[in-house]
């Protein structure tokens, strides 16, 4: 029986930033896969949040000369406002230091513990506070202090104040940490991992996401830390109040926190397991390798997949506020449209993929293909419509999409059929940018389809009006089609544009989950006015 809920999450972002354009990547990406499962019919539970109980969150509020409560009051409300102006429609916000976090949490440490998989152990580790995370000689680079040349790590390369071993993602020295800590057991789940990885061969994406997961756990699956001794700010263990959960065991289970005890009350333990966690590859490993042991040990079932995006740079260079190149997504939105930014996001690269931003780039992506390709479209049919009077319906009793193939003969006809077919099963697979590729293309056949019928020649020929009036059908009901797989993507401007043809009740029925039969509906289309253009040129 197929699963008539639907589960998305964002990463879980850290608390000591407000969240920049790589960030609103991610949460543009769930957002537009949750509006596409909800209009399919699915209902839909859209998480984002934000990690806490971390030492660096402590160290910002103490930086900033605040009390570590009342600065994460501060951000949780900046991080809301980031998603708000850029009309993310999350259905949950989480932070972990709410207290049914903690109760869940707790819950789920002595499950662990109960089930022999959570011991204490001494151990001397390198501890980067940025990544949270313990790192080995491996998995850091050398410094160059001087040049800020980084390259890659050997036993051979002599240390000293100007060379210096590093995380590469932070280009700052580990701490040596020597502590007696709780440790899960890690490698008890060796076996169940290969077999996971074996049973859903699509459970990472993309796949070379997945290798590199594979290979780790080929390479090193040890026991990992699951508590500090040394910070004073988080959940204790409910076996030893001496000591506080590390940050990854904590924050993971946010994601189950949220079915047990969601926002609304009541229980949405109907929405798990998970069906997409969306995070970065900088935290594929917690995600992928230790998140399902941990799932396993407490009893909990496996979500089915995770989607890892890659890094962002602009204009080729790290995104850094030292730079000045932090981009804020609501400001950039403000200025161009959101439009603009989803569009460039995601029909730019496939989701895995590094990516490097540039706003020109952006605005020249836009002017292509919304406000030349769509909008010539648009125009050619409202224009010529309202010389027929405003209404286009299609009068043959045995309408049906293959009908309209071989009344109209053209390759165009049978791309648009197989089109309207396809673009789910790209949603399906999470393909964003081969949904609006596809989408382009047929805009770009539509308008050599409109050129070669010249529907503004024939209108002037009494004789033709009525075969005019189905080429403008056509054409009108295709833009149908390309809006309805558009909607995900551009909802209020898709929205509108139903409206202008006449289809009110659009939006409310797909958000009412009605895009399977709006599909295959034959409307009439009301055209009353010339539209203003709503895909107006941005100037570079």
């Given amino acids: 029986m197929q699963k008539d809920t639907f589960f998305i999450t964002t990463p879980i972002y850290y ?10 990547y991610s949460s543009i990406i769930c957002d537009t896969i949750a509006r596409y499962q909800k209009i399919n019919g699915k209902k839909v539970k859209f998480s984002t949040w934000v990690d806490e109980n971390s030492q660096k969150a402590v ?10 409560l009342p600065y994460l009051d501060m951000m949780a409300e900046k991080h809301k406002a980031v998603w708000d102006g850029l009309n993310i429609k999350y259905t949950d916000f989480i932070r972990t230091t709410e207290e049914r976090h903690h109760k869940l949490v707790r819950e789920v440490l002595q499950k662990c513990y109960d089930n022999w998989d959570i011991y204490q152990a001494e151990y001397e580790w390198m501890y980067c506070v940025g990544c949270e995370a313990f790192k080995k000689d491996e998995d850091l680079v050398c410094l160059n202090k001087t040049t800020k040349e980084t390259f890659p790590f050997s036993p051979k390369v002599k240390m000293s104040e100007n060379i210096l071993k590093v995380c590469p993602d932070h280009l700052t020295e580990p701490q040596k940490i020597k502590e007696k800590n709780w440790f899960f057991r890690l490698s008890k789940y060796e076996n169940f991992l290969k077999d996971l990885y074996k049973k859903n061969p699509s459970f990472v994406m993309p796949d070379n996401r997945f290798n590199e997961v594979k290979a780790f756990v080929e390479r090193w699956l040890e026991d990992f830390s699951i508590s500090r001794e040394t910070n004073t700010f988080g959940i204790k263990l409910p076996f030893d109040e001496t000591q ?41 490993r917690f995600h992928a390798i230790y998140w399902p042991a941990m799932l396993e040990s407490a009893g909990y079932g496996m979500p089915k997949n995770v989607l890892t995006t890659g890094y962002f740079t602009v204009d080729g260079q790290k995104i850094s506020k030292s730079l000045g190149n932090v981009i804020d997504p609501v400001e950039f939105s403000a200025k161009y449209s959101k439009d603009l930014l989803t569009l460039y996001m995601l029909s730019s690269i496939n989701i895995g993929q590094d990516w490097d931003f540039s706003e020109k780039q952006a605005i020249l992506m836009y002017n292509a ?4 390709n769509m909008w010539n479209l648009v125009n050619r049919v409202v224009v010529l419509a309202l010389k027929l009077g405003g209404v286009l319906e299609w009068k043959k009793e045995d309408y049906s999409h293959l009908t309209r193939v071989s009344d109209f003969q053209g390759d165009i006809m049978k791309e648009l059929y197989i089109y309207s077919l396809d673009f789910i099963s790209h ?17 770009d056949s539509l308008n050599n389809f409109t050129t070669q019928k010249e529907p503004w020649q024939m209108i002037k020929d009494e004789t033709k009006r009525e075969e005019t009036r189905e080429v403008l059908y056509t054409i009108a009901e295709w833009l149908r089609q390309v809006w309805l797989a558009l909607y995900p993507f551009f909802p209020e401007k898709m929205s509108e544009m139903f409206v202008k043809l006449g289809l009110e009740d659009y939006q409310k029925r797909l958000e009412n989950g009605e895009l399977e039969k709006l599909i295959s509906e034959t409307p009439t289309f009301e055209i009353k006015e010339k539209w203003e253009n709503l895909f107006n040129r941005v100037e570079i």
């Fill in 427 to 443: 949603m399906e697979n999470y393909n964003l940018k081969s949904c609006l590729d596809s989408t382009f293309i047929i805009l």
């Fill in 369 to 372: 293909k919304l406000a030349n």
């Fill in 244 to 284: 506080v959960t590390y940050v990854w065991f904590d924050a993971l289970f946010n994601y189950v926190t949220l079915c047990k005890y969601p926002d609304s009350g009541g229980n949405d333990e109907a929405f798990w397991p998970a069906d997409l966690h969306v995070v970065a590859k900088d935290i594929i």
């Fill in 59 to 68: 160290l910002k509020a103490k930086e900033m000369g605040m009390e570590t």
């Fill in 15 to 24: 608390t000591n930033w407000i969240p920049h354009i790589w960030h609103a």
